[in-house]
């Protein structure tokens, strides 16, 4: 699987942006798709998660109820949508995709074996 993510950008705080990640392969709808970040000095984050049949998602606390995850299985694509962006959003977004285990499971790095490329976000105040 062969993951490339976009829609990265600069955006004024409380903007929005929608990333998109595009898998090439096959089973994409069997995988589990995660988005995660790393901001400059500091560790990758787990960001969002969704389950293979899109049914399921999980969200870091910092960002419930700003940022929605979902996919479309017939386009082999999932999306990150973010609103109300904050200065501290910014970071290389990364997707991911996985098997799937459990929900709780969605926000473990290791559950993940193929990797996007990354696409950068920068949020300004």
């Known amino acids: 699987v062969q993951l490339q993510a976009s829609g990265g950008g600069l955006v004024q705080a409380g903007g929005s942006l929608r990333l998109s990640c595009a898998a090439s392969g096959r089973a994409f709808s069997s995988y589990a798709m995660g988005w995660f970040r790393q901001a400059p000095g500091k560790e990758r984050e787990f960001v969002a998660a969704i389950n293979p049949g899109g049914g399921s998602a999980i969200f870091v606390d910092s960002v419930k109820g700003r940022f929605t995850i979902s996919r479309d299985n017939a386009k082999n694509t999932v999306y990150l949508q973010m609103n109300s962006l904050k200065p501290e959003d910014t970071a290389v977004y990364y997707c991911?995709?996985?098997?799937?285990?459990?929900?709780?499971?969605?926000?473990?790095?290791?559950?993940?074996?193929?990797w996007g490329q990354g696409t950068q976000v920068t949020v300004s105040s």
């Open positions: 991911a995709a996985g098997r799937y285990y459990s929900d709780y499971a969605l926000a473990k790095q290791q559950v993940y074996d193929y």
